[in-house]
């Protein structure tokens, strides 16, 4: 821990997370730290890999104030309104951009990518689609011109790891000091173009399975890479279940022309399922959108209204609680008296 003297306060960045532990640097040098009793209270801030924090010695003793955070709910409802989750799970902190990675091979899938735009959208941060296996199709554009289609105004970039296909387009989001955490499932193609963008092989990476389509978790852990040209890469394990958490305005963001074309409703109040006079059910029966979009827009609100009334009903709780709470402690002063 060079530059560093015992007992003195240290401001780090978290570099890595494992089970009990962390890796923590000062830009100089990294080292293996372990959070102080009081971080593991209920609401107090927990150490993510992206994350400030004042460390001393080989503890870390405060996260400081996050700009931003990805975070999803905890993995285990599968999108059941009835298993919802329970709790948050935040993945990373203090971003820039977020890549959605998604494979031009069985892992392409159109509704999962509008899915992580919502999950992006809700905490307010920046995404860009980065569609992996580019030179497994003679004309991938066409990949990128349906993604386009979906994705208002996101960047959308083709790449294939195996040429280099499209990794210059990239180089513009490693600036130094910038940071980008990569999402998508097991088998897009993560870690492999994090190997290529950085120029030799550091993250393990293992082939799609031809059988089902799908990736191991090559990936276990949370690291922050800092690459040759200063900018800095989050690898995150591959995610099964795309959970909500937060309930803000990411169904709005992410299909911004439903919203759009929801003002022209005969009522203020339309649900764009039945009603008459609906120009959401007018542009779908017109082509202008496919109805499987609609039905992943409704899906998702669901999901985020159903969130946030239960969310709220808990909040409800916790305040009648803490007032119960307040009002046992003043009884119990005026018995004394």
Known sequence: MENRHPGQVTPARVVGVRKNSFY??????????????????????????????LVTDTVIHEVLARKNALTRGASGG???????????????ANLDTVFIVCGLDRDYNLRRIERYLTLVY?????????????????DPRTFAQEVEAIAFGVPVHLVSAR???????????????????MIGSSGAGKSTLLNRLYGKSIQATKATSEKVGKGTHTTTSRDLIVMPKGGMI??????????????????????????RLAYG????????????????????????????????????????????????????????????????????LKKKR
């Open 122 to 138: 809700n905490c307010d941060l920046a995404p860009a689609i980065i569609l992996t296996k580019a030179d497994l199709h003679q």
């Open 234 to 259: 989050i690898d995150n394990p591959g995610i099964r279940e795309i959970a909500f958490w937060d309930a803000d305005k990411g169904v709005e963001s992410a299909f911004p022309e439903i919203e």
């Open 78 to 92: 599968r999108g059941k309104l009835e298993v919802m989750p329970m709790r948050q799970q935040v993945i990373a």
């Open 163 to 181: 040429d280099a296909t499209g990794l210059a387009q990239l180089e513009s989001y490693l600036a130094p000091g910038r940071t980008i955490t």
């Open 24 to 53: 923590t640097s000062n830009g100089q040098k990294e080292w293996l730290a372990t959070v102080a009793g009081k971080l593991q209270q209920a609401n107090r801030r927990y150490p993510v890999v992206g994350d400030w924090v």
């Open 265 to 332: 409703c005969r009522f203020s109040d339309c649900s764009h399922a039945h009603e008459p006079g609906c120009r959401v059910l007018q542009a779908v029966a017109n082509g202008e959108i496919a109805q499987e979009r609609l039905d992943s827009y409704h899906k998702m609100n669901r999901e985020l209204n159903y969130l946030a009334e239960r969310q709220h009903k808990s909040a409800d709780r916790v305040e009648k609680e803490r007032w119960k709470e307040v009002a046992l402690k003043v009884k119990a």
